[in-house]
């Protein structure tokens, strides 16, 4: 038989497929770019402490609200504090909480939703109907009120907010199973008489991961902002840990003379959720799921 | 002699550009031309290019596909460089299509008679009350009963055969001069089949409108074409007039595949091809055809045939050894005979079972019982003796499907008992089964694209009844899956291939490999050869028979093709509304006297044979539900002998040679009625 190269395809490891994913992904121009800022924002959080000119937390009454100048770059903020240094650490906190709070999002909503979308029946329903009760619970009060009960440390925050991200992820995951539920051979498995464990971890995950694992993706970007709207609203990062959220709620009363404050927390977290959604939508298109035309739920 | 050619295909070359930039063909340097008035039949495999042809013939190029060259000139203009207003006054007036699924082509919220009164609209220049008019007209004209009554419905209030009739009629709205029809007929049940083909002839005499049809199925264009053109891998390898190519075919594909194909008067598995057609852009240098052909040579490989026109023949071949064949009497059939050792050993019995898809509420248990009286399937009796091949067949809702389901252990049967080895129970619930009682009976599936999970390498889905019912690891686990694959005639080098990258045969090969693993007693096979090619079907039945005699397996073979059946099978039920209607070897089922509704599939079934016309017996209407009282087959019986067929249950009745016939009219009787 002469079979020709290109409809020849060996198995691949799992890194191989990696490396080939995210070159598709920067082939695209939307894709090299929210890839370039992620990993440029990723790097920074790494290196920041490292490289930061000032004290983030020294405090100099004679240096209020300064212009930027080539000593402070971004200027200095209403307590003389250095913006520049706080702009490149204030990503750190969030940027670590809000990745463990995906992944804790992906994990129990994903398998929450596979596991729905393959039993079915009454189990299902009464799952699905207390997701869309918590969906109608507007997020932001509940979290204010998780916050004010048990405080704002790393340990309550990832799990509260991993929690009220994963809702969504449970419908992603329920109707991406209820594509391959049907297929016979998930059919074939179970008439073999495999166990549901096996069933979900062999024949339904593989086929799944995808759509999750990017719709996973999209809720980090959501995730960021929320968690940016607590720090905002005072229930995030407690001061004097330079964030976002807090430095543009600070800074933003004086903004009519101090834009410079403002700005550059607006720039840096505006930037990172640019940069993770763009990189979402490319790692979908790179997977071959096209979410401006087949979107779930 | 010009005016004649409706419409001329010149050096037409369609393709797409791969991921590394080659351009691929998919039709490669078409010429033909179809004349007014004739039927042209375009046969050829998934992939050949026969799709792309015909909507090439209507000015349309499938989104990623891309002109290379030549055109498709339609009364001297070339369609595939007109501009899309003006393509927009030609289709559907001038040429129409009917497509292979009317029930996506029609739009659901809207009433048949609002659709064609649209096409009206838009391709004629009626007015409002002759378009009234005109509907009904055309409605009749497709034989639809009480057109009043049709255009008032919505698509999904009729059904396939009748959908696809409303597609016909909105074709022939515009009154074209050429119909281009993509499978028409391939979606539907046999007896709706054969209707809807009679009524193509009928209006292709009484329109004088040119046709277009492409299909897989040599039957269907054995009946309808008075040329035929064979597509293989983008190129066409023969055209010529039908009859001369269905009995005298000169291109060793055609006598290939005629020879390979099923055919109701033979008993026995028929000669398989070997291979597969290539993938297009795989092809270098030399015949597209040559791996399968049996009478290539060198020159076959190293050099690629041109289409040559035989004058006397009145014939174009794409073949440098033609000649060998224009010699050849008529296609002669060879088939091996199947022989099973079935023993007297039943293996599987099946007594008084029931199923019922109504759901069991309380509520509907107290106040209405009727669902549950009136059962999907009713009334199963078989045993299945060891080693034995049994065939269901039926038309889709026969409740074929079905039963294989609650064998499996997948459906839950509402009465009766399964029992296998004339002493084990099986339970119709899965979770009540032990590993054993799952291991012994295996499925195989209609599609393998379904059944294959696309994210799996053949080795780890064969792999997987190895590791489940035998907890084999490591080496013995890979010696396993190699000599499995090597059963089935796969290679070792399938192992780390996806099913994506295998053709339709290879997949099912897998599926069976995949079956065979757990080592069981019992396989069921519902519609195995359905979605596969012709020319792969005969060499998975082959295959499928091979495995059979080696390891002794007992086969229920579940099949809406008649002649598929009669291929491989030891014995036949045939099933109508979920109730048996005949049982019996298959040599006596295939024969008369039979229950007059195996006399209507029988006389549906479409062979690749200008000289055997289809019998239409009954009409095509389409039962939702079995009838409460009396016979199954009431609502269509042309053999209705009074009140006792809607009262009664018809008994059983013994043939002499053995075969159990469900009918109230007498074996004698039946006899001399159907002579």
Known sequence: MKVDNIYKEEKKSA?????????????????????????????????????????????????????????????????????????????????????????????????????????????????????????????????????????????????????????????????????????????SARARGHSNFSIIWNEIIPNVRDAILVEGAMRWSWMLLGFSSLSFLGFGVSPPTPDWGLMISNARGLMSFAYWAVIAPIVGLSSLIIGINLTADAFAKALGIDRSTKAPV | MMTDIIQKVKNLSIGFRSKKGDEILILKNISTNIKKGETVGIVGESGSGKSTLALAMMGYVKHGLYTIGGECQFNSSNLLKMKSKDLEKIRGRKIAMIPQNAGQALTPNLKIGYQID??????????????????????????????????????????????????????????????????????????????????????????????????????????????????????????????????????????????????????GLPESMPGSQPQPGTIQGGCSFFDRCNFSDDNCKNNSPKLEFLKDLNTSVRCFNYEQLVNENEVSQTVNKIKNKSLDKEILNLSEVSISYAKQKLLDQIFNRISDENPTVKDINIDIKKGETIALVGESGSGKSTILKSIAGLLRTKDGLIKFDESRNLSSDLKERDPNDLRIIQLIFQNPDESLNPNHTVEEIIAQPLKLYFGLKGEKLKKNIIDLLQKVRLGEFYMSRYPRQLSGGEKQRVAVARAFAAKPDIILCDEVTSALDVSVQAAVLNLLQQLKEDFGTTYIFVSHDLAVVRAISDRVAVLYQGRLCEVGPSNDVYKFPSHPYTEVLLGAVLEPDPDIKPKLVAEDIVEERPPEKGCSFQGRCSRIVGDICKKEIPPWQLTDSGNAIRCHIPIKELQKQQF
């Open chain 1, 15 to 187: 890194f191989a497929k990696l490396s080939e994913i995210i070159i598709t992904m920067a082939s695209r121009p939307s894709g090299l770019i929210g890839l370039s800022i992620l990993v440029f924002h990723i790097i920074l959080a790494f290196i920041s402490p490292y490289i930061a000119p000032h004290d983030f937390k020294a405090i100099d009454p004679t240096l209020m609200l300064q212009a930027p100048s080539a000593e402070y770059w971004f200027g200095t903020d209403d307590l003389g504090r250095d913006v520049f240094t706080r702009t490149i650490l204030g990503g750190r906190t969030a940027l670590t909480i809000t990745f463990f709070g995906s992944l804790i999002a992906l994990l129990w909503g994903g398998l929450l939703g596979i596991f729905c979308g393959l039993v079915g029946g009454k189990i299902d329903d009464v799952v699905m109907r207390i997701v869309d009760a918590f969906l109608s619970i507007p997020w932001i009060l509940a979290m204010l009120l998780i916050v004010s009960l048990l405080g704002t440390s790393t340990e309550v925050l990832i799990p509260a907010l991993g929690f009220f991200y994963g809702k969504g992820i449970v419908r992603v995951a329920r109707a991406a199973t209820h594509d391959v539920i049907a297929k016979d051979f998930i059919v």
């Open chain 2, 118 to 267: 649209e096409a009206l609209q838009l391709h004629s220049d009626l007015d409002e009350i002759e378009r009234e008019k005109k509907i009904s007209e055309l409605l009749n004209k497709v034989r639809l009963p009480s057109p009043e009554t049709i255009a008032l419905r919505y698509p999904h209030e009729l059904s396939g055969g009748q959908q696809q009739r409303v597609a016909v009629a909105m074709a022939l709205a515009g009154t074209p001069d050429l119909l281009l029809l993509d499978e028409p007929t391939t979606g539907l049940d046999v007896t709706t089949q054969a209707h809807v083909l009679e009524l193509l002839n009928f209006i292709a005499k009484d329109t004088g409108t040119s046709m277009v049809y492409v299909s897989h199925d040599l039957g269907a264009i054995a009946q309808v074409s008075d040329r035929i053109i064979v597509m293989y891998s983008g190129e066409i390898v023969l055209e010529g007039p039908s009859r001369d190519i269905l009995k005298k075919p000169i291109h060793p594909y055609t006598h290939g595949l005629l020879k390979s194909i099923p055919k109701l008067s033979l008993a």
